[in-house]
């Protein structure tokens, strides 16, 4: 759940604004065709913000230069550097130079604009932070094109997931002039994911002129441990400031004690949710029964003790296939939440307009289940809603695959940063594609789970007391006739985000929890 906090960001004011470099003709003789250029880097006015860390110079230090035709990078060596502030480079390029350090984040030249990346992961260190860029014909100027957040971490964090409404990260063209002018490519992003194991100040590089009001932060050390907070600052980011954000040892956690997967997802245009940690069950127990999620997503009961044996329970059974019932049809709460066998269909209501007895309310304010229909929010967040870029596929909402041994749809968050050294998803946002198209470990799907994935399982359908597995069927809130209601429908060669089917037939139940926005 998202704290709202006041003042959680202050700025340093760093000017980290660059480097200068000149032409100097020297008085030993130059290589034939190579021109050697000076380097400045001028020290911030300030460097509270920054911990005792200023731009400089290093040997190792790459930089980017290009004529806009031909392009290379120069290394320094320690020689080459005179001082913290200066350094001595040499290059055979000729015409209108442009420079990129580190050059790491170059991204090109294209009609006179500075092509730069800036990254969506990153290990926190300044050195990624710190993106400058120049242009001249043979007297460069540095200058810094990003704005820069500080944030403290400690070492059970296992990543920052900083995420805004409008493009921070990814692929940008910088304008240079007196002023830069920053402006978003072809393929930006709205998130920067920090991941360290270590405590300590840590930096990220965002695009300027983000409104901070639209920026969340979420510290994570497992996806249903985690704490988020969203700025109130009216404010927006400044190029070339440093501005420190947030010290998230501090936060109070979730815990797990709520059970929401920390990752956000659009399901109208105006409404976010967070989704359950697992299918919905519910475990016999002495005559009644208790609600909880199961513990991981990938878990359901299936064909076995428990939706095969309703009314006639074992201590400990489970069930997670549950009929469609209208509100207040019993007194009886079984039955009422759809723990019923009966396949009349007047035993789950009769009438086109029936209000679902929804299962969120057994599970506390803020739970519901999604709407259905193609006016609804399954259909809104699986085939409407934009989203991140996976592996080249805009949009990437959702991608069949086989998640420890289980069958089902991976769904991807708003904003989503595949993490690095797991197999990127193949056939993302196709309907006939078949599960084994993606496979992932438990180690894989638990980079996926913390990056914000959800993972629903083909848990099958019932039919009285009688299962039949391998298709994913989920409940909406939303009735399709009188004796039917919307679900998400998927299976190897298929997949509907607005399907319909009989009440009286058990289904999986997967809540959301709604986001003050």
Not at 71 to 94: P, Y
Not at 354 to 371: A, K, V, Y
């Amino acid at each position: 759940m998202k704290k709202t906090i006041s003042n959680i960001l202050f700025a340093a004011l760093v000017v980290l604004a660059a480097a200068s470099c000149q032409k100097e003709l020297g008085s030993e003789a130059q290589s034939e065709g190579f021109r050697t250029i000076t380097c400045y880097m001028e020290t911030p006015s300030d460097t509270k913000a920054l911990g005792g860390i200023t731009p400089q110079w290093v040997e190792g230090a790459k930089i980017w230069i290009s004529n806009g035709t031909s392009s290379e990078t120069v290394t320094l060596a320690e020689g080459d550097i005179t001082g913290n502030n200066k350094a001595i480079i040499s290059t055979s390029l000729t015409g209108t130079l442009y420079a990129v350090y580190p050059a790491s984040a170059q991204n090109g030249v294209t009609e006179g604009k500075i092509g730069i990346k800036i990254p969506t992961s990153t290990d926190g260190g300044f050195e990624n932070a710190h993106i400058a860029v120049a242009k001249g014909d043979g007297t460069l100027s540095f200058k810094n094109a990003v704005t820069i957040l500080k944030i403290t971490t400690e070492a059970a964090t296992a990543a920052v997931n900083v995420a805004s409404t409008a493009n921070i990260s990814g692929e940008f063209s910088v304008t240079y002039g007196e002023s830069l002018t920053v402006e978003a490519g072809s393929n930006p992003a709205r998130s920067v994911t920090l991941t360290s194991s270590e405590a300590g100040a840590k930096f990220v590089a965002i695009a300027p002129d983000a409104a901070f009001n639209a920026v969340t932060f979420t510290a994570i050390k497992s996806a249903t441990n985690w704490a988020a907070k969203t700025s109130t600052s009216s404010s927006t980011a400044a190029i070339n400031t440093v501005y420190t954000v947030a010290d998230v040892s501090s936060w109070t956690y979730t815990d797990d004690s709520n059970g929401s997967l920390w990752a956000q997802f659009s399901v109208s245009a105006t409404k976010k949710v967070r989704f359950a940690k697992g299918n919905l069950q519910a475990m016999y127990s002495g005559g009644s029964y208790t609600w909880a999620f199961a513990s991981n997503q990938y878990d359901y009961v299936g064909n076995a003790a428990g939706n095969t044996s309703i009314g006639s329970h074992d201590d400990n059974a489970k069930v997670d296939l549950f009929g469609w019932t209208v509100k207040d049809k019993y007194s009886d709460g079984i039955k009422q939440y759809g723990i019923n066998t009966s396949e009349t269909a007047s035993d789950y209501g009769d009438s086109a307009s029936d209000e679902l007895s929804d299962w969120g309310t057994l599970m506390g304010s803020g739970w519901r289940t999604p709407t259905g229909g193609e006016s609804g929010e399954w259909y809104y967040l699986l085939n409407t809603r934009s989203a991140s870029t996976v592996d080249g596929t805009a949009d990437a909402r959702y991608v069949k695959a086989t998640v420890c041994e289980k069958v089902g749809l991976i769904i991807f968050p708003d904003v989503y940063i595949h993490p690095s050294g797991v197999t990127a998803p193949t056939n993302i946002n196709t309907s006939d594609a078949f599960f084994a198209g993606n496979t992932y470990d438990s180690s894989a799907w638990s980079q996926m789970e913390s990056a914000g994935c959800v993972f629903l399982p083909a848990a099958g359908i019932r039919g009285g007391s009688s299962v039949n597995g391998g298709d994913g069927h989920y409940w909406s809130a939303t009735p399709a006739g009188s004796d039917s209601a919307y679900l998400l429908y998927f299976v190897d060669y298929d997949f509907s985000p607005a399907d319909s089917y009989y009440r009286s037939s058990g289904q999986s139940v997967r809540l959301v929890y709604s986001v003050s926005n």
